[in-house]
Each structure stands twice: as C-alpha cells, then as structure tokens.
C-alpha cells in the first residue's frame, strides 16, 4: 500500500471487499475495483451513488475552490452515463475558516451544481479542531435512471475504439499553475497557460456528451494514476488488450510545460475531468465530434482488442503505483514555505 493516495488492490481485496456489510439483493453493482460507481435498485429504476473526500483548496480562492470540489465528486456518476441529480455533503471545516469564506466557497459549490442540474438534498456542515485543509469533509452523489442506459467501466469490447477526451495531467497541471505559480519555474504567459486547464476538471458535461452521441461500451475517469492507471483498469475489467498510439493523444496547452519542468509523467498524474471511453467503431466519430463540439480536445487514440493489458505504441505498460503528483506537491509546498520564509526574513 502506497503512503499516500487510494489503497492498491491487494489491500481492498483483502481488508474492504470481504465485508460490505449486510447482502442485499437490491444491490446491483457494489464496491468493485477500478468502477467508480455502485448501482441500487429501486423499483425498476437504477439509482447510480458514488461517494468521494471534499478538498477545499483556499489559495484556488474560495469561490472556485467550490467549484472545484463539487466537479471532483461529481466525476465517477457521470461517466455511467446516467446524469447526476442529487447530493449529500459533509463540511467539516477548520475552526479559521471564516463565515465570509463559507458564503464564497458555497456560492462556487452551489452555482455549479445549479449549472449542472444537481439537488443537494441533506448534509452536515461544522468547524471542528484538528481539521485542516486541504480534505474537509465528504459527498455522496445520486443519479436515477434506466439500469439499460448505464455504461460501466469494464465493458469495453474486442473491435471498439478508444476515444480521450482533455488528454493527459490536465488536473495536476491546473492545480499546480494556480498553488504554486512562482516555485514551477516558467515564464508568466506559461503559467497562465497552465493555469486554464483548472476549468478542465469539469467532467459531467463531456460525458453526457459522449454517452448521447453513440454506442459507448465504457467510460472511465483518470485520477489517481493518469490515463495509465485508468485504462489498465479499463481493460483488466474487460478482460481485453488496449492499443494506444500516444501520436494521436490530445494533449492541452500547458501540460507538457508543467509536467517537464517537474519531472512528472503527465500519462501517470491525476488528471480528473479527463474521459476515456470505449466506443463502437460505428460511432466514434460522432462522439469525438460531440466532445470537440463542447471545445474539449478529443480523438481516437487506439482500439480494444482480444487479449490483456495496456500496450502503447505496441510495449505493454505496468500500473504506475503511487501518483507521482503527490511527491510533486510536497516539494512544491516545501519550496513555497522556504520561500515565504525568505520574504519575511
């Protein structure tokens, strides 16, 4: 088990799975490694849930530091294809966050979810000691809809095409531009640049896009791991091979700066709002069209194939383990603290 991040799935095969709690048969999809979602039934109805932690990072500033968070939590129901619709969320907040920062963080979190047609509909909200930022609390989302209508992760097919949209470290390179302008080390206009992909967190949209445009057999979010950990996950779900040409990866403006300049593989960060999605060749097309309609970078980057694993430009690709992203924000905080630490001096 990594020091950081989520927990490898030698540890959630042997200390989460084997005890989930009562055995209901209304439960359709339950904790699965790799799946972003569970699945209840409800008369009939699906009812899609996914469950995440709520950071709050004050120096994005309050408001869009909301909405940050909310796009984050948001992620894992959207790519089953059914649209999120309703929220219960914890805050619990550090004892100095003030009521002026609550009102703008809301507003963010709030104004967003209106955007995207989400209820929150119970929570719990308080200051408590020993609480500090960045992670302050949790949310749980709900989407209703047809059991037929969801699209899994590990459904993709031998023959389907493999469809990106955003491309690689677009979170990370957000975040780091807007955390840590001056410790990344490039010129003013990179920065900004980089500082844009922020907004590319953003994934609910995209993937009612992509899931209205055609026959998508799979769709997946790339956070911890990248695109690397995410399609392994895909494909190791389908029991299939996955052939990625990186040439045809989109790749946002900034993100290679960034990730050069400290040292990241931007295929093995955190990089939500990031889709990937198998896709019926018939149909890929229109559902590059549909992300790219949005103004999201997209393209077929590679196919589904029969055999196993993630093999890109034809050489097979180990799980990256630990998201390197987290030893790179310990070192850009440790810089910003010298740093600060100099001004004062």
Not at 89 to 97: G, I, K, N, S
Request: aromatic share 6%; proline share 6%.
């Amino acid at each position: 088990m990594s020091d950081l991040g989520k927990i490898d799935r030698e540890v959630f095969d042997t200390v989460i799975y084997p005890d989930l709690g009562a055995d209901r048969e209304d439960v359709v999809l339950g904790p699965t490694h790799g799946i972003d979602f569970g699945v209840i039934d409800v008369g009939g109805e699906a009812l899609v849930t996914a469950t995440d932690p709520l950071s709050v990072l004050p120096d994005l500033g309050f408001e869009r530091a909301g909405r940050f968070a909310l796009d984050v939590v948001l992620a894992d129901v959207a790519v089953s294809g059914i649209p999120p619709s309703h929220l219960s969320v914890t805050f619990t907040l550090p004892p100095e966050m003030t009521d002026d920062e609550l009102a703008a963080m809301w507003r963010g979190f709030a104004g967003r979810a209106e955007e995207v047609g989400v209820s929150v509909v119970t929570g719990h909200t308080a200051r408590y000691s020993g609480v500090d930022y960045s992670w302050v609390g949790g949310a749980t989302v709900l989407g209703v809809g047809s059991h037929d209508d969801i699209v899994r992760p590990d459904g993709a097919r031998p023959g389907d095409k493999l469809v990106v949209g955003t491309g690689p470290g677009a979170e990370v390179t957000g975040l780091f531009a807007n955390l840590f302008p001056e410790q990344i080390g490039l010129s003013a206009d990179r920065i900004a640049t980089a500082q844009e992909r922020l907004a590319d967190t953003a994934l609910v949209e995209d993937a009612m896009a992509a899931a209205n445009a055609g026959a998508v057999t799979a769709m997946h979010d790339a956070t911890e791991g990248g695109i690397t950990g995410a399609f392994i996950e895909m494909a190791d779900g389908a029991g299939a091979r996955f052939d990625v040409n990186s040439e045809a990866m989109p790749v946002a403006d900034g993100v290679e700066d960034v990730c050069d300049a400290l040292d990241i593989d931007p295929w093995h960060v955190s990089s939500c709002g990031t889709l990937l999605a198998a896709v019926d060749p018939a149909d890929a097309d229109d559902v590059v069209g549909a992300l790219r309609d949005r103004g999201t970078p997209a393209a077929v980057v590679g196919e589904v194939t029969d055999g196993e694993g993630l093999y890109v430009d034809g050489a097979r690709q180990p799980h990256p383990g630990a998201d390197p992203s987290w030893d790179a924000f310990a070192r850009l905080q440790a810089a910003a603290s010298t740093d600060e630490a100099s001004d004062q001096q």
